[in-house]
């Protein structure tokens, strides 16, 4: 891959690519019901998806910041680490306040808005779940998982139209359990 692609550059390139779109480590099995839950126990947060951090340094590198722009980078990054640590600890809340600290100081951090969605959806904060999903997907519609997540929530708030809408989808980007699980009903996607 190119060096002189920013994270999210990379993250849109591989995401597309990937067939089951999800992050190393990730597992997204059974029903669109299960899927969310299963994915929040399986994943170990207390680990930062990978990229996020090396992106701050190439981004540095490759391109003239400000220092005060590196700060605010390495900053988020803390934030999301300490949130990780809540999360892993089962103190969402204080989670959810750390991933909004480094949502707050860079917006566009994916899996800041990731891991307080699941966060949110612990608490049975269905609608904020969704709000984070839904930004995901704006920044980038090709992240499988964003949606596959939100169908569940969907589900879960009687939904049922959102939810297909965005289970095809999970599907049409390659998400093979939600293929499977759509082929089995006899619902194309």
């Known amino acids: 891959m190119n060096s002189d692609m920013g994270f999210f550059d990379r993250f849109k390139k591989t995401r597309g690519t990937d067939q089951r779109g999800d ?7 059974g029903d ?3 899927m ?3 994915r929040a126990e399986e994943r170990d947060p207390s680990i930062p998806p990978a990229g996020f951090e ?5 981004k540095v590198e490759s391109k003239p910041t ?3 722009q590196s700060l605010r980078r390495e900053e988020a990054a803390g934030y999301f680490r300490r949130g990780n640590a809540y999360f892993k600890l089962q103190n969402y809340e ?3 306040q750390d991933y909004s600290r480094a949502i707050d100081v860079f ?7 990731y891991n307080r969605a699941i966060a949110y959806k612990l ?3 269905y609608l904020k779940a969704v709000e984070d999903y839904s930004q995901i997907i704006e920044i980038a519609p090709n992240f499988v998982a964003a949606y596959a997540g939100r169908a569940t929530l969907y589900t879960a708030l009687n939904d049922h139209v959102s939810a297909l809408e965005d289970m095809k989808m999970a599907a049409r980007l390659g998400l093979k359990d939600m293929q499977d699980l759509l082929k089995a009903k006899g619902i194309e996607w």
Request: glycine share 6%; charged share 30%; hydrophobic share 30%.
């Open 94 to 96: 204080r989670s959810i």
């Open 32 to 34: 669109a019901g299960s």
């Open 36 to 38: 969310e839950a299963d």
């Open 23 to 29: 992050a190393p480590g990730d597992k997204v099995t």
């Open 107 to 113: 917006p566009e951090y994916i899996e800041a808005y």
């Open 123 to 125: 608490i049975d904060n």
């Open 66 to 68: 400000s220092y005060m």
């Open 54 to 58: 090396d992106s701050v340094e190439k």
